[in-house]
């Protein structure tokens, strides 16, 4: 199962998701786990008067394309559409800590996390 999280320090989900500094990706097969930490290079333009507010997850939704769930603490209603529309799955979590999260996975928790 890959599983990624939003994170600014490789410790713990980040709070803002689509503007963590990368995402950590867990391949988690039984006890063995591959981790690859990949940048996300977040964009996001301020408006001016005469423009429309542009606001894009694409590089994000290209990171996430291949994982079977994203865990993320809080989600804007602009990453949310592009989950959706991605068909990423992904689960909102209180646990903030990565690690006991990975283990709750490796236990087949997935329902307590």
């Known amino acids: 199962m890959k599983v990624a999280f ?10 803002r998701t689509g503007r963590c500094k990368e995402f950590a990706i867990f391949d ?47 989600i804007g209603k602009h990453m949310k559409s592009d989950l959706d529309k991605n068909n990423i799955k992904y689960k909102k979590v209180d646990e903030i800590e990565i690690n006991n999260i990975i283990k ?6 997935l329902n307590n996390i």
């Open 6 to 15: 939003p994170t600014n320090d490789r410790k713990t989900i980040a709070e």
């Open 28 to 74: 988690v097969v039984n006890s063995n786990i591959t981790i690859n930490y990949v940048a996300n290079h977040h964009e996001h333009h301020e408006h001016d008067e005469n423009k429309e507010h542009e606001h894009s997850h694409d590089e994000a939704m290209g990171i996430l394309a291949d994982v079977d769930l994203l865990i993320v603490k809080k």
């Open 104 to 109: 709750k996975i490796q236990g087949g928790d």
